[in-house]
């Protein structure tokens, strides 16, 4: 999913070493829980720096929440490299495909409005969709569209490698994606696609009069209560913010991509936040209930929205933009230097955010996995957060070489 995927080869052990160490001071733990016990949180601990070090991972983010008692806060690593700077909990991050959490939540509040239904072609709302009279809101919203994906473009691709500070329009998006024929009939299989919520944020826009930032922040991030959440218009990220770090670059070579512009991913993955925001975020996505008792959406609706469906990988369903992953439920995403999950497990009711700040992953499958799967494998054992390879395809493309540059990947948020 990629977001359902990331640290640069470093030159010499030592410089590992120091990014692994720099800010590892442990946050104060609280027990109540047998997840988050002094013993439990030692072994995190542990098994956190040791997968740093054999990756060479810059920076590190976890909290895990237990409603009830018990929680477990940590910053480990580097936050900028050149400077020297500690990771620390409260840095602004960019959080890729956890964007479309946002998006879809918005448009769930205009079916809730009357606006629109999820049976719904897009076509009674947007023109210009190739075969979009028998493409439903609800199948944008599932990634069941059979839409191409505008991210898997290799000509697109090379331009956003050349000049990441590029400012990419939605109808830019659209227009690479429409270049290419359906890959599946509508409804047929579940494929990860950037343009069916890229399409649903021009839908929010177009039912709500509101630009998608200002809607998402007047009827979503403020009612929710989370102040260090946002859209960009382009590569703007609050301070103190969190250093990314990649090989999407000309040469390959590693880069900060902290400046880049996020435009490229808009309603799909473009928005920043912080541990902290992530944390109140996610039982107000998954629960649906606001701080102050009050709701995102209808119940209804909301039961709706976390009703997934066979992705074909083995435990991860989709929903209406939200993923099952072996019981917990979220979201992931992933930019050029940055990484994220978000989910909860009911059955614990237990709050999981991990933030990396590197995407080069050296045949891994995904920093951000790689963390969570080893947070949850001894947090709770029995809910591991465990992708599927197929089901996180490359976040970036390998990087080039002079010789003989491989085709690039796609990097998806």
Sequence with gaps: MRSFRAVPVMAAASLLL??????????????????VDPATAERLDDA???????????GVGVGLWFDGGGSYERSFGTADKAAGTPMKADLYTRIGS???TFTV??????????KLRLDDPVSKYLGGVPGGDRITIRQLAEMRSGLPNYTEDTAW?????????RSWSPQQLLATAFRHPATSPPGTRWEYCNTNTVLLGLLVEKLSGQDLAAYLREHVLEPAGLDDTALPKGAEIPSPYLHGYTTFSPGGNVVDSSGWNPSWAWAAGAM??????????????TGGKLPDGGRLLEPGTQAQRVRT???????????????DVNGWIGHNGELPGYETIAARLPQQNAVLVVIVNSDIDKDTGSLSTLIG?????????????ELPAAAQPEATPPPATPTAPPPPKPPKP
Excluded at 19 to 31: E, H, I, N, T
Excluded at 373 to 385: G, Y
């Design 18 to 35: 120091t990014a692994l160490c720099a800010g590892q001071a442990p946050a104060a733990v609280s027990s109540g829980r047998a997840g």
């Design 105 to 114: 939540t918005a448009v769930l509040q205009l079916v809730d409005q009357g």
């Design 157 to 165: 691709l090379a331009e956003l490698r050349a000049d990441p500070a």
């Design 309 to 323: 469906l066979p992705t074909g990988h083995p435990g991860v369903g989709y929903g209406l933009g939200i993923a």
């Design 48 to 58: 956190i720096t040791a997968a740093m070090k054999k990756e060479g991972i810059p």
């Design 373 to 385: 799967k080893t947070v949850t494998e001894i947090a709770t054992p029995d809910h591991r957060w």
């Design 272 to 285: 920043t936040s912080t541990l902290d925001d992530l944390h109140t975020w996610v039982p107000a996505l």
């Design 98 to 100: 956890v964007t479309k």
